[in-house]
């Protein structure tokens, strides 16, 4: 009888694993990430033997994911990401290089670095496959990693010099990797104070702009699910959490006056019409435009970032356009 080798996702001993997730379509690859650590966890993992890095997009996994499989101390290192079709090839050219990126690195490193970015035609399929009727390829990039991790563990040793998974990992090695988030005293540096804020409100911004899309999508979207979704996705963070909760709530509260003014400026188009997106970033904009007291400036600037990260191309340059119009003409006959 021939010598079988297979993976067991039950193994039991997965040493340490790592998931690059790209922050650029958050609200689908947040999605990747939940599923991905449930099935890590599921299998028997503790939370302290898996490390989470965001990275801006899915061009920039690759760097990452590189590092940490040359670092020796993961057995497998998953990628997670959404690249969606937009009106050019450019995500062509992100998913190809991507793709073949990441299979270089597993064969160069011997380390499992799995394949978890969804490259769809639009958002409804990535939503369908990120927990929808699809399935969810967060949760099938962690079972394979599982199998892989422990299928590699199973096979003959590679020739000397070749990288193995766990080799520093399990006998302690002072070379295995600092746990992450930790940051030497030379890349300590300080930042304006304003600067900082912005940077940490725009981190709000875009929780809670997911809360309005999912409110958006599903009238009857949970409010406590919601309210534990920007605890878990702002880390608890107090200041953010209340900032995030008074765009949403603030949102939500007037909403009937915002969509009527929404109406009012779109030309020759209905509500109804815009892609959802466009037309959550819109109303938190006008919400914070003329209600919250954030100065025109500040947030019509932070709408066009949210537009630019989350929508289409034209997102940005469209909702510019409107949120000036209502700067200067918040009502009809004014």
Sequence with gaps: ???????????????????????????????????AVATLTAAGMTDDAIDVVWVPGAWEIPLVAGRLAESAGYSAVLC??????????????????????????????????LFGVLTCNSIEQAIHRSGGNVGNKGVECAEAALEMA?????LPAAPAGTPRPFDRAERGSATA?????????????????????????????????????????????DLLAAGRFLQVRLQHDRELVRFARQLVDGTRNHRTE?????????????????????????????YELLYAGTPGPVAINEAIELARRFGSPRSSKFVNGLLDRVLHKPTQGT
Excluded: C
């Design 1 to 35: 009888m021939p010598t079988v080798f297979q993976g067991d996702r039950a193994a039991g001993d997965w040493g340490r694993m790592a998931i690059v997730v790209s922050r650029y379509n958050e609200s689908i690859t947040g999605k990747l990430l939940d599923g």
């Design 80 to 113: 997670l990401g959404a690249v969606i079709k937009g009106e050019t090839s450019h995500d062509q050219h992100i998913n190809r290089q991507v793709s073949l990126s990441l299979g270089q690195i597993s064969l160069r490193t011997g380390i499992p670095v």
């Design 150 to 154: 422990s299928l590699l563990r199973k």
């Design 177 to 221: 990797p600092e746990p992450l988030g930790t940051r030497s005293p030379q890349s300590r540096r300080p930042r304006r104070k304003q600067a900082a804020r912005l940077t940490r409100r725009r981190r709000a911004r875009q929780v809670a702009l997911q809360v309005l899309f999912a409110d958006d999508l599903n009238p009857q979207h």
């Design 258 to 286: 915002i969509d009527q003014i929404l109406a009012d400026k779109l030309q020759n188009w209905s509500l109804a019409r815009l892609a959802a997106t466009d037309r959550n970033v819109l109303r938190m904009g006008i």
